[in-house]
Every structure is written in structure tokens, then in C-alpha cells.
């Protein structure tokens, strides 16, 4: 609306949830807030909505059910959790099972009551579920839950890279990190300070604020694509960067257990760029140039090659490319090109293997 801020998705319809009770619910009792942000899920998902936020967490901060803090640190019993993950992972089950696909996006936290990083599955919900207490049937398997949960660390930015900012919570439920410190943002009244006013703008921090921006890139690359399963959507966003973010030395509770190349601990940092034109290139299309004076492109749908990788640049000038529908390593790696009516080889980066001047060509298996 030419105010504020901008989101990372434009053109897109925002479906919202208030798990908040009303003055008449909190003056009865027996509101059950964990429940009703569960059921936010279902509310989301049936409505449309194949990507959902959850910038929420219980809360480490406080001394509430669940909580020993006999160990240095803040942390909730391991039946606490498992009983969060167990509501999670059935409700992501039985939206499964009716058909529904989406992925779920979910903040890891901001640390204990001193506000350093610990690990993440204290956040309970989503961030909780793992293999060993997820809920499965036959039908919906563990993997099938967890392939489609990103958790989210907040990272910011030093002199050298990034690190992950000291209160995030961190461990092996983290799968990506995004920006979260000082991150220019609306302002409702609930996070209010002395220089701010409800309904203005400010700078907030947390994983609540980097959360988001996941669900973003996430959203962008479903767009891309709308065949895509939540488990590829979550594939593509987590596995295609280019930054990685350092663990925190001032959070040790909040290690990394995961190491790049150079043995630095730490998580992949989010990337829009890569991870949007990781989807294009899976989508099941190939450019081929048009001769005319614009030089041009046009997309041409091309079946069954979601699984190969055609990098054409420079471009080919061609009447046809024939990419075979077998499942085999030479197929994959080549493919018949057509030219005024003749044939050739090419291969999967673009190089003629064999210029165009067959008259026919016969696809026979490797086994014949």
C-alpha cells in the first residue's frame, strides 16, 4: 500500500489464525492455548494455505509445567516435549492423510530465562517432533512429518560472515537460518518500547523474526512449481546457499552439530535467489531461442524431466530436443537434438556430442 515495510512475497493472499482468547474465554477458563495454535494448522491448511508461519514457542523464559532447572540452563523434561511433538505430528498426520500438503515453518526460539541459545526442541510444537516421537500410522510415515518442519535460527551479521545471534536456540532441529536481529518491522502494541507507538514501525530481534522470512522464500519457490510436495519445497529452501552462519560461542547450549567444508559448526543461511531458481530448473521445462531480430526465449513443456539437469548456455539453435523418458544413467546425461529435419547428440551441459546430420533415430535400452 505504499506504507511501512514489504514482505519478501508479493500478490499473495495471507490466510491468519488468532489462537488468542477473548476477554469472555479467558474470564471462563479452560482455554487451552497450545491446542488452539495446533488447530491453527488445520484451520490454515484447509483454507488454502500450503505455507504457515509459526513465529510461537513455549516459552523458556518462565518456570511453567515441564521445566528442570537442575542442568545450568532452561530446559523442558523430554516427556513435556515428547508430548507437544505427539499433538503436532498427529494433526500434520491427519492433514496428510486428507490429502493436504504444505510445509510448516517454525521460529527455534529465543534461549533460557537469560536469554542465551539452547537447543531448539525446547520450543516445543513443531520444532519438538522427532523420529522417535512422532506420531506414524501406515500411512503417514515419521518422514513424511518431519520433511515438511523447517525450524529457524536467528542469525546476524559480523565483520567476517554471519553467526548465529547468541539467544537463538540452536541444535539439530535447526534446519536453516535467516536474518533476525534488528529487523525492521510492524509494531501492534504487544512489543512496545518508550520511541514507539501501536500501529508504527520499529526494529525487533528474535527468531520470530526470521521465521518468516523462510516462509517467504518457501512461498516463492512453491509458486514456481505448484506440483511440488512439501518435501521438495522444504529440500530446495534448505539446500541451496550460499552463506553459512557460525555457531555462537557465547550460546554453547545452542551448538551446532552440523559443519561446512572447512569444519566451521554452524547452519546454511536462507537464499531466495538459489533456492528459486533451484525450482525453476526442477520444474519440468526448457528454454529453446527463437529466431528473430529480439532474440528472444519462450518455454517449451517438455514431459517426465523433472529428474534431469539441462544446463543450455550458450543456447542451442534448434527445431526440437528429445529428452528419452527411461530410467538409466546414459539418458540422463544425454539427449537427441533436431535441426531442419536431422538429428544429433547432445549432452546435459549444452555440448553437441554429434552434429545434427542423421535422417532418423532409433532409442534402444542398455540391456538390447
Known amino acids: ?101 504444505f510445509v510448516v ?13 539452547i537447543d531448539a526442541k525446547n520450543a516445543g510444537f513443531f520444532a519438538s517432533i522427532t523420529a522417535e516421537n512422532c506420531y506414524t500410522n501406515s500411512n503417514v510415515s515419521a518422514d513424511d512429518i518431519l520433511d515438511r518442519i523447517i525450524v529457524v535460527a536467528n542469525a546476524e551479521q559480523i565483520d567476517n560472515g554471519y553467526q548465529i545471534y547468541k539467544s537463538s536456540n540452536g541444535g539439530s532441529r535447526i534446519d536453516v537460518a535467516a536474518p533476525g536481529r534488528n529487523i525492521y518491522s510492524c509494531i501492534t502494541g504487544e512489543a512496545l518500547n518508550i520511541t514507539q507507538t501501536k500501529g508504527s514501525y520499529g526494529y525487533m530481534s528474535g527468531t520470530s523474526m526470521a521465521a518468516p522470512m523462510v516462509t517467504g522464500v518457501a512461498s516463492l519457490v512453491w509458486s514456481v512449481n ?103 544413467e546414459l539418458f540422463e546425461k544425454y539427449a537427441i537434438i533436431e535441426k531442419d529435419g536431422k538429428f544429433g547428440l547432445i549432452s546435459n551441459k549444452g555440448k553437441i556430442e554429434v552434429d545434427c546430420k542423421y535422417m532418423g533415430y532409433e532409442i534402444c535400452s542398455l540391456e538390447n
Not at 105 to 117: H, S, V
Not at 310 to 315: F, G
Request: hydrophobic share 30%; proline share 3%; glycine share 8%.
Open 226 to 328: 505448484k506440483d511440488f510436495t512439501g518435501e521438495e519445497v522444504k529440500d530446495i529452501v534448505c539446500n541451496n546457499y550460499s552463506e553459512w552462519v557460525k555457531s555462537n560461542s557465547e550460546a554453547p547450549n545452542a551448538k551446532s552439530p552440523y559443519a561446512d567444508k572447512n569444519g566451521c559448526l554452524g547452519y546454511p543461511m536462507v537464499n531466495a535467489k538459489l533456492a528459486v531458481e533451484e525450482a525453476i530448473r526442477r520444474t519440468d521445462t526448457l528454454v529453446v531461442p527463437i529466431e528473430d531480430e529480439t532474440q528472444s526465449t519462450e518455454f517449451v513443456e517438455i514431459e517426465e524431466t523433472k529428474n534431469y539437469e539441462w544446463y543450455l548456455n550458450p543456447t542451442i539453435e534448434a527445431d526440437n530436443i528429445i529428452v528419452p523418458d527411461y530410467d538409466n
Open 105 to 117: 515453518i517454525q521460529a527455534a526460539g529465543n534461549g533460557d530465562k537469560n536469554r542465551l541459545g
Open 1 to 101: 500500500n505504499g506504507k511501512g515495510v514489504a514482505g519478501i512475497v508479493w500478490n499473495k493472499e495471507l490466510i491468519c489464525h488468532d489462537w488468542n482468547p477473548t476477554w469472555l474465554q479467558e474470564k471462563l477458563d479452560g482455554w487451552n492455548t497450545e491446542q488452539a495454535i495446533i488447530g491453527g494448522l488445520y484451520y490454515t491448511v484447509t483454507s488454502g494455505a500450503k505455507v504457515i508461519n509459526f513465529s510461537c514457542g513455549i516459552d523458556t523464559a518462565n518456570k511453567e509445567s515441564g521445566l528442570d532447572c537442575n542442568k545450568g540452563f532452561t530446559e523442558y523434561s523430554q516427556e513435556f516435549l515428547d508430548k507437544s511433538a505427539n499433538k503436532a505430528s498427529r494433526m500434520m498426520s491427519f492433514l496428510l492423510e486428507g490429502g493436504y500438503d
